[in-house]
T-cell receptor, first 113, second 109 residues
Framework: DAGVTQSPTHLIKTRGQHVTLRCSPISGHKSVSWYQQVLGQGPQFIFQYYEKEERGRGNFPDRFSARQFPNYSSELNVNALLLGDSALYLCASSLVPFNEKLFFGSGTQLSVL | AQRVTQPEKLLSVFKGAPVELKCNYS??????LFWYVQYSRQRLQLLLR??SRESIKGFTADLNKGETSFHLKKPFAQEEDSAMYYCALSGLYGQNFVFGPGTRLSVLP
């Protein structure tokens, strides 16, 4: 059984560009959440989606957006990239969004130059 | 505001010694508390959650609402316990997961 898969694994962008990160949840999982992890810190919650609807949003600017597709996969989009957006972006899936074990992907390492 | 603090960035203990990883939180309401672990070159994974009241790999954690703490304990540390440990909380319905900064546990032979 495949775990949570994220693509790409690494990405280099320049300031002002936009980026799309992708996540495929474990089969049967309907909830996907996104996290930003800056080196030396814990993951910071960005978005949670369940059944294609946004269920939660962290304290991130509107440059960050996401969506969930009918097959429950998800995309995270970041516009007008800043140097400070350089981080590891983690996706996690779960059966339902509450009181549930999160299964994490390996992440996408984004570097903004 | 929701917040999780883990006062120790690094904790080193000898094999066989007891270990306690501290976690304090602030949350308006009744949060769900979790401990996640990341072993070297592996993905972040759930270690335990307070609603299950379980012991995983010899680890336990007790929720103390009065002290707003959820410390992780193990009576006898093993070398394979060396990892990064994150305390986390969420709302009752899973919203707005908050992770602490993490504590790196190093178990020395």
């Amino acid at each position: 059984d495949a775990g949570v898969t994220q693509s790409p694994t690494h990405l280099i962008k320049t300031r002002g560009q936009h980026v799309t990160l992708r996540c495929s949840p474990i089969s049967g999982h309907k909830s996907v959440s996104w996290y930003q992890q800056v080196l030396g810190q814990g993951p910071q919650f960005i978005f949670q989606y369940y059944e294609k609807e946004e269920r939660g949003r962290g304290n991130f600017p509107d440059r960050f957006s996401a969506r969930q597709f009918p097959n429950y996969s998800s995309e995270l989009n970041v516009n007008a990239l800043l140097l400070g957006d350089s981080a590891l972006y983690l996706c996690a899936s779960s059966l339902v969004p509450f009181n549930e074990k999160l299964f994490f992907g390996s992440g996408t390492q984004l570097s903004v130059l | 505001a929701q917040r999780v603090t883990q006062p120790e960035k690094l904790l080193s203990v000898f094999k066989g010694a007891p270990v306690e990883l501290k976690c304090n939180y602030s949350y308006s309401g009744s949060p769900e508390l979790f401990w996640y672990v990341q072993y070297s070159r592996q993905r972040l994974q759930l270690l335990l959650r307070h609603i299950s009241r379980e012991s995983i790999k010899g680890f336990t954690a007790d929720l103390n609402k009065g002290e707003t703490s959820f410390h992780l304990k193990k009576p006898f540390a093993q070398e394979e316990d060396s990892a990064m440990y994150y305390c986390a909380l969420s709302g009752l319905y899973g919203q707005n997961f908050v992770f602490g900064p993490g504590t790196r546990l190093s178990v020395l032979p």
